[in-house]
Nanobody, 115 residues
Framework: QVQLVESGGGLVQAGGSLRLSCAASGITFSIAAIGWYRQAPGKQRGWVAGISSGGSTNYADSVKGRFTISRDNAKNTVYLQMNSLKPEDTAVYFC?????????WGQGTQVTVSS
């Protein structure tokens, strides 16, 4: 079955960096589009960045210029490099893909940015 596993979260000071990973299995990864989302306490889950099967990328305005999404098809993994982190980036980060008209989510990884 389809499985997404996020890792790489943690506690970092404002201005610092983290790299999140999303490892996928159960799908033909090379043709899958993958998105990163985040959910802060008391807020709705929101889209952060996405990467197509061909490597095209898109970002939410709030992270543009600070975050970079990339993929390694040999490792079935998508990355989210997060630089210049701000306290407002604190959230649980999830990756998502769609296969067979169904959305699949990982369990999430916590990112906490201290001021």
């Amino acid at each position: 079955q389809v499985q997404l596993v996020e890792s790489g979260g943690g506690l970092v000071q404002a201005g610092g960096s983290l790299r999140l990973s999303c490892a996928a299995s159960g799908i033909t990864f090379s043709i899958a589009a993958i998105g990163w989302y985040r959910q802060a306490p008391g807020k709705q889950r929101g889209w952060v960045a996405g990467i197509s099967s061909g490597g095209s990328t898109n970002y939410a305005d709030s992270v543009k210029g600070r975050f970079t999404i990339s993929r390694d098809n040999a490792k079935n993994t998508v990355y989210l490099q997060m630089n210049s982190l701000k306290p407002e980036d604190t959230a649980v980060y999830f990756c998502k893909t769609t296969s067979g008209w169904k959305d699949y989510w990982g369990q999430g990884t916590q990112v906490t940015v201290s001021s």
